[in-house]
């Protein structure tokens, strides 16, 4: 994605969350150190052309799981969004993993060492984790790192700002046929898995997850389609049923 577009709307999240920009450009410079050169054609092999499940971690994950598996996952490219890693992986491993490292960390890792990329986020709130699985990053097997800051060095900026909608602007960008929303509830309650310490903050995380969401598919024009089981509609966004 253009700087130029995200810009403004990563300048709005700062305001009203109260981030700290410089500690996400200092993060950012971490990641980068840590990283080899990343292999975009390899990911976008996956992704191109294809369609695509995003797997969020609200409190319908488990039930669409267990549904999409029972209908082979559609053929799809399956993403999954850090904590959502875990139940997924109860079923089959993940072909992609979209992390700020929140997750189950060894989950996370059992997932990418069995197969999975690893597209890593880097923040102002996550570096020692950052730093924890350094050693594992510098390998450079089906390893990307991302910002929300401006893109430099080995590091890119998809857009989006949570782990779930930050996978579907990926899933976009990268050519993604169809992509359908599993477990993004995005409404008042928050998932077992999402990783969430304080609820206050997790929901305004989730109103602005909707916000890009609904960006991504009315201006920017993203085949997304929600097959979420419960939780809110997403404007801009149609629901499929998971229905046989």
Request: proline share 5%.
């Amino acid at each position: 994605m253009k700087w130029s577009l995200w810009k403004p709307r990563y300048q709005r999240i700062v305001r009203e969350l109260e981030l700290d920009e410089r500690a996400d450009t200092e993060a950012a410079r971490t990641l980068n150190a840590l990283l080899s050169e990343p292999d975009l054609e390899g990911l976008r092999r996956l992704i191109r052309g294809h369609p695509c499940v995003v797997f969020g971690a609200g409190p319908s994950l488990e039930e669409d799981a267990l549904s999409l598996s029972l209908r082979g996952f559609r053929n799809a490219t399956i993403i999954t969004a850090d904590g959502a890693t875990s139940v997924l992986l109860q079923y089959r491993v993940p072909d992609v993993v979209v992390t700020d490292l929140d997750g189950d960390l060894k989950d996370l890792l059992r997932a990418w060492r069995s197969g999975a990329w690893l597209v890593v986020h880097a923040h102002g709130d996550n570096v020692s984790k950052l730093m924890e699985i350094g050693h594992e990053l510098r390998s450079g097997i089906r390893a990307l790192g991302t910002t929300q800051v401006k893109p430099f060095g080995k590091l890119f900026n998809f857009g989006g700002f949570t782990d779930g909608d930050r996978a579907a602007f990926m899933a976009h960008e990268l050519g993604a046929s169809k992509i359908m929303l599993a477990g993004m509830d995005l409404g008042d309650r928050i998932g077992k898995h999402s990783g969430s310490r304080n609820p206050r903050r997790t929901r305004a995380k989730l109103r602005i997850c909707e916000q890009l969401l609904s960006w991504l598919a009315t201006d920017l024009g993203a085949p997304l389609v929600n097959v979420t089981s419960h939780g809110k509609a997403i404007p801009g966004v149609p629901s499929e049923p998971l229905t046989p």
